[in-house]
């Protein structure tokens, strides 16, 4: 079974960074894709970053140059480097793995609140 745990949200103001951790227990097979999403009070839930395998990597366009997701085999976490934070931003942010055959997985979520 694949569990996913995010950590590093919190309260930041604007212009600020932040570095998400989504630590990946259990072994995964046939991965289509992981990466993170973001779900604000009055939103739908939007893909924020995702990171293919072997290492592509798309982003939302406003987030485009201030956002970077990174996948480490060895530690088995996906992180997303948040920099030049907005109001905009602010959103509970969960982590998401996408396998072949339908399978997905998500986080419980953390919040991130972007506020002077």
């Known amino acids: 079974q694949v569990q996913l745990v995010e950590s590093g949200g919190g309260l930041v103001q604007p212009g600020g960074s932040l570095r998400l951790s989504c630590a990946i227990s259990g072994t995964i097979f046939n991965l289509n894709y992981m990466g993170w999403y973001r779900q604000g009070p009055e939103d739908q839930r939007e893909a924020v970053a995702v990171i293919f395998d072997p290492g592509h990597t798309n982003y939302a366009d406003s987030v485009k140059g201030r956002f970077t997701i990174s996948r480490d085999n060895i530690e088995n976490t996906v992180d997303l480097q948040m920099n030049d934070l907005k109001p905009e931003d602010t959103a509970v942010y969960y982590c998401?793995?996408?396998?072949?055959?339908?399978?997905?997985?998500w986080g419980q979520g953390t919040q991130v609140t972007v506020s002077s």
């Open positions: 998401y793995i996408n396998l072949r055959g339908a399978l997905e997985y």
